[in-house]
């Protein structure tokens, strides 16, 4: 496996449901990093692990909790989401927390709330 | 402040043709300016980036012209192909950030 991997591809939940996301990146990258992209909307970046430590979180409402216990494995935790949250979650890598380098994104997980 | 503006939403060229995209930003702060490329079903993919000291960047078909003074820049696809057809996203990095601001898209459809 190269790159970043997301799993899984698609995810149908309901409101009162517990799910996980997962990625991993096979980069070597020391940063990793969960966006969320909407239908015309830009690109929403939900928080930043450098070195397995959170160095971003962009007032994301608490039903999510992210976990980064390597630097090579991120999880999105998911619960009590609503309708809106439905969207394509994307994580990325790079090789440090710094913007200027570039991001190695994963293909995502489709999220549908009922 | 923080905001990139993306246009057109969507753009349609015959193969061949010369698709260009602009963005337009308030923050003197940002320093650097990436393009990435999204195929369905793909995550985006860092395309071709540019700092504010160059008025032009070339790799291979793809052309990024900069405005400092009108603080814009654009996205210029030469020789367009149908496999070109993608989203495209500008974005915005203030230095010392670790946050990318995101355009909202263009959506490209080259026909053959």
């Known amino acids: 496996e190269t790159g970043v991997t997301q799993t899984p591809r698609h995810l149908v939940m309901g409101m009162t449901n517990k799910k996980s996301l997962k990625c991993e990146q096979h980069?070597?990258?020391?940063?990793m990093y969960w966006y969320k992209q909407s239908a015309k909307k830009p690109l929403e970046l939900m928080f930043v692990?450098?070195?397995?430590?959170?160095?971003e979180n962009n007032s994301v409402p608490s039903r999510f909790s992210p976990e980064c216990p390597n630097s090579s494995h991120l999880f999105l935790h998911l619960h009590t989401l609503q309708p809106e949250d439905s969207a394509l979650y994307l994580c990325?890598?790079?090789?440090?927390?710094?913007?200027?380098?570039?991001?190695?994104f994963g293909n995502g997980t489709r999220l549908t709330v009922t | 402040q923080q905001q990139v503006k993306q246009s057109p939403q969507s753009l349609i060229v015959q193969k061949g043709g010369i698709p260009i995209i602009n963005c337009a930003y308030e923050?003197?702060?940002?320093?650097?300016f990436p393009w990435y490329q999204q195929f369905p079903g793909k995550g985006p993919a860092l395309l071709i980036a540019?700092?504010?000291?160059?008025s032009e960047k070339k790799e291979g078909r793809f052309t990024i012209s900069f405005n400092k003074s009108a603080k814009q820049f654009s996205l210029h696809i030469m020789d367009s192909q149908p496999g070109d057809s993608a989203t495209y996203f500008c974005?915005?990095?203030?230095?010392?950030?670790?946050?990318?601001?995101f355009g909202k898209g263009t959506k490209l459809t080259v026909n053959p």
């Open positions: 990325a890598s790079s090789p440090t927390g710094y913007g200027y380098s570039p991001l190695h």
């Open positions: 980069l070597g990258h020391n940063a």
């Open positions: 692990y450098s070195l397995e430590e959170r160095v």
């Open positions: 923050n003197t702060a940002f320093d650097y």
């Open positions: 540019i700092r504010p000291d160059v």
């Open positions: 974005a915005a990095l203030q230095g010392g950030s670790e946050k990318l601001v």
